[in-house]
């Protein structure tokens, strides 16, 4: 029997039959995230404006942010073991931890919250405002993902976790928060520690000690991760959580590669990261075998398209790179191709793109290399100089870095990349302040005016320099 | 008070003295404050060490706004306005400036100086948990100090240099600490302002003077009549406690509340541990600076300072804490908000939470909050 969620499921990319199976599941987990049929309205015209729903693919990625979301909500209920990792730094051990046991769920709570209550219902204000009440209020700078993982265990949408994986070398914020929350619920928290100290101009170069102890930190999570979740992490599991996220970085790699081969935008950048937060957002066994598969038909489509010439911002559009896009507003990054720039690619894909290419194994001396020679885990200059580098690969005509207010080790960027970026290709940079979780107070609306303005800017540049 | 004005002149010719030695090759080392950085490995070197600790000056924040968001530590931002202006002359004299790495904020002012001035710095990290791994990084990172010191000043840091120096700074932690428990007595012989002067010229002045000055202090304090004060009394605690940053003590002593006890991540030097005199003086610091010292905030978890601060507000017999934190300081934020029911629960007292961006306007909103504060925990 049809239900008044079917139409979204559908747009999302759910079969029938998948729908009809997973009713109760479905429905028992839209009532605790408070999503009722006055909401199917709203959330099925916010994905119609904001998502490119002509690719199947598309609606595919938006059905695996839903299901994870279902997972997630119904996790202890279904009797599983719920491992949270924090982000953005240490989805490399949760792979391996995932792979351990089936009984084990393991994701990043508050990004799949990004993608599915604010990317797909546009409703993620009272998580944010309950988030907000619950020890991290608003007008501090405080950081917005960690009001959603606070205000989303507040409101009891998202259970409380068996584990909390926390990393503490690039964010000072989210290990925070997870004392914060253990002190309201208890549950145990592993830390993995790190040091920043790079040198300005060290990159890429970085001690040797420096990564034997970070390595030592995320080797030390998956024994604690072992001893509190009772599993054994097997050199088997190590093995095919590695194999896993290769899968996934492959294909992200693939799809990266053909934004970059062609002039003619074929894909908005609000749906590149829907496929690319997969690899950072959970490592179900759902991601990680479904998700290549979804970005492997995403490219196909893609390609014909190229083909056929088709794109969905103007040739010969200004190609500008962002830092970042927008987790649980599409708007924003819409309105910015709506102001004529062509975006192909953020700083951080083209970073996650380049990892785990020879990874065979999770090892925590290898992750932590890894971790180092990315750049923003190395130190400002290693994220400066990277981004630099993506944006004369890519040849863009501009950046905008889009600096999140409420995060420090990127805010504390907010001259100096520009400075540095500017001096070094003489690409111009527009430092634009937001915040890419929250949109209440830097909404598309609010930023319009430096964004058309940049773009004109590159616009006439443009046309100056082909005159 | 005799020994005050012995620090005040002292530190008054500091510069001078400090150009003086300068011109006659000795280093002068500066360093952002934390207590992370061991001031024995400076001194042995036969460098001079000079806590850059100066805050309190919107004026610097502001101009900090020509380098970085405003989204940053307010002290953190004010010592990056002070190091591109050269407003703080200390900043002008260093040879080199050594920034223990605690966390994103001093991390950022590490970066933007960096960037934009010529001043010669090393970074080294602080790691924010305690294990073996962490205390083994924090170790190797002292050790690269150590040789760039040597580096630097030409002076081989011997074991017998090593020990005597912190034989000289183990007894300036030792009078510092005297001094301070003085003040479990009711009522208190010294009073915070006076005690955080002592305090934050410990961070500046010639190490020898400084106990000879705390010696001096000590022994008037011994001999000093007991004069009847009556007014709550008050455990400070936060992020930073600067050089110029005195607007909650004046507001507190001014209301009528005695700060008996001050707890600081920034700004007060610690001094209830001491450096052991083992056979490897390397691991011995360590152990001092890292594995005994009652971390910040910025630690996970942070359950190790916040236990210190009930002990500290039962020690002290205090009526009520004041929590003074610096505007985006996220780490101290967000231990404000479960630290009050820990606090109620564990000690029975209240706590009252300010915090600042150095702007003059905040004093008017923060005198009412204060003196309210003060009058309701009045006994």
């Known amino acids: 029997m049809a239900n008044y969620y079917d139409e979204l499921l559908r747009l999302c990319g759910f079969e ?62 279904e009797g599983k073991k719920l491992v949270y990792y924090g982000f953005p730094t240490i989805a490399g051990p949760a792979a391996a931890i995932a792979s351990a046991s089936k009984d084990v769920y393991c994701v990043c709570p508050d990004v799949v919250l990004c993608y599915t209550m604010g990317q797909i219902f546009n409703k993620l204000t009272p998580i944010l405002e309950a988030g907000e009440e619950n020890g991290l209020p608003p007008g501090h700078g405080l950081c917005s993902l960690q009001q959603i993982r606070v205000g989303g265990m507040a409101k009891g949408i998202i259970p409380v976790p068996d584990l909390v994986l926390t990393s503490s070398y690039y964010c000072d914020m989210g290990s925070k928060a997870d004392e914060l929350l253990h002190q309201k619920y208890g549950h145990p928290a592993v830390y993995a520690d790190g040091s920043m100290d790079s040198k300005w101009g060290e990159f890429p170069n970085y001690l ?43 294909a992200l790699r693939d799809l990266v590669e053909l934004m970059k081969g062609t002039d003619t935008q074929p894909l908005s950048i609000v749906e590149l990261e829907i496929a690319r937060r997969l690899t950072s957002g959970s490592v179900s066994k759902r991601v990680m075998g479904d998700g290549p598969n979804i970005i492997a038909l995403l490219n196909r489509e893609i390609k014909e398209r190229i083909k056929k010439g088709v794109g969905v911002v103007e040739n010969g559009a200004p190609k500008a790179m962002i830092l970042m896009a927008h987790f649980s507003d599409p708007s924003i990054m819409r309105m910015m191709e709506n102001s004529g720039l062509s975006i192909p690619v953020t700083v951080h894909t083209t970073l996650a793109s380049r990892i785990m290419k020879t990874t065979p194994f999770i090892a925590g001396e290898k992750l932590a290399e890894e971790q180092l020679e990315r750049g923003p885990f190395h130190g400002s200059y290693g994220e400066i100089k990277r981004a630099a580098e993506a944006a004369q690969e890519f040849n863009v005509d501009g950046v905008i870095f889009n600096y999140l207010f409420n995060c420090r080790p990127i805010a504390m960027l907010s001259h100096l990349l520009k400075q540095f970026v500017e001096k070094q290709t003489g690409i111009p940079v527009l430092s634009l302040e937001m915040d890419v979780y929250d949109s209440r107070a830097y909404s598309a609306a609010a930023l319009r005016t430096r964004v058309e303005t940049f773009a004109d800017m590159l616009r006439a540049r443009k046309a100056s320099s082909g005159a | 008070m005799k020994a005050r004005d012995m620090l005040s002149a002292h530190l008054k010719n500091r510069l001078t003295n400090l150009s003086q030695a300068k011109k006659e090759g000795r280093k002068i080392i500066g360093y952002t404050p934390g207590g992370y950085l061991p001031e024995e490995l400076v001194l042995a070197s036969g460098a001079i060490p000079i806590c850059l600790i100066r805050g309190g000056d919107h004026s610097m924040v502001e101009l900090a706004g020509a380098y970085i968001c405003r989204w940053i530590d307010t002290f953190c931002r004010a010592q990056i306005g002070y190091g591109v202006s050269g407003e703080d002359p200390y900043y002008n004299i260093i040879d080199l400036l050594i920034v223990p790495v605690t966390d994103n904020h001093i991390r950022a002012v ?110 008037d304090l011994k001999k000093q009549a007991v004069v009847s004060v009556d007014g709550p009394r008050v455990l400070l605690t936060g992020s930073t406690l600067a050089l110029g940053d005195d607007k909650v003590i004046d507001i507190t ?73 610096l505007m985006y300081r996220e780490s101290y934020k967000t231990e404000s908000y479960y630290f009050p029911d820990i606090l109620k629960s564990e000690a029975g007292l209240p706590m009252l939470t300010v915090e600042s961006d150095y702007d003059a306007g905040e004093v008017g909103p923060l005198r009412t909050r204060i003196e309210t504060f003060i009058e309701t925990i009045r006994r």
Request: proline share 2%.
């Open chain 1, 16 to 77: 029938d039959e998948e729908i009809n199976k997973e009713r109760f599941r479905i429905e028992k987990a839209f009532q605790r995230l408070e999503i009722g049929s006055q909401d199917m309205n709203l959330a099925e015209s916010w994905i119609r404006q904001n998502h490119d729903l002509e690719l199947r693919a598309v609606r595919k990625l938006l059905g695996i942010w839903l299901k994870e979301l279902i997972d997630l909500v119904l996790a202890k209920d």
């Open chain 1, 208 to 250: 040797l000690q420096r990564a034997n102890f970070l390595g030592e930190e995320l080797e030390k999570t998956l024994s604690k991760a072992s001893e509190i979740l009772g599993i054994e992490i097997t050199t088997e599991a190590r093995h095919e959580g590695a194999s896993r996220s290769k899968k996934l970085f492959g």
């Open chain 2, 110 to 219: 590490s970066d933007v100086l960096q960037y934009n001035t010529n001043i010669d710095i090393f970074p080294f990290g602080v790691p924010h948990t305690k294990d073996n791994f962490t205390l083994k990084y924090y170790l190797h990172g002292i050790n690269r100090l150590k040789n760039r010191l040597e580096e630097l000043t030409g002076v081989e840091i011997t074991d017998s240099r090593l020990r005597d120096a912190i034989k000289l700074c183990n007894r300036e932690r030792e009078l510092l600490r005297e001094i301070s428990l003085i003040r479990k007595s009711q009522p208190s012989l010294i009073s915070s302002k006076d005690f955080v002067a002592l305090n934050h010229g410990s961070l500046i002045a010639d190490k020898k003077v400084m106990v000879e000055i705390l010696e001096s202090t000590l022994k």
């Open chain 2, 253 to 325: 002593e001014d209301s009528g509340g005695l700060i008996v006890i001050e707890e600081f991540a920034e700004g007060i030097r610690p001094y209830w541990e001491m450096v052991k005199l083992n056979s490897n003086l390397m691991e011995a610091l360590a152990d001092c600076y890292f594995t005994r010292r009652i971390p910040p905030a910025w630690f996970r978890p942070g359950k190790e300072r916040l236990d210190f601060l009930i002990k500290l507000s039962k020690d002290f017999n205090v009526s009520g804490v004041i929590w003074y934190q």
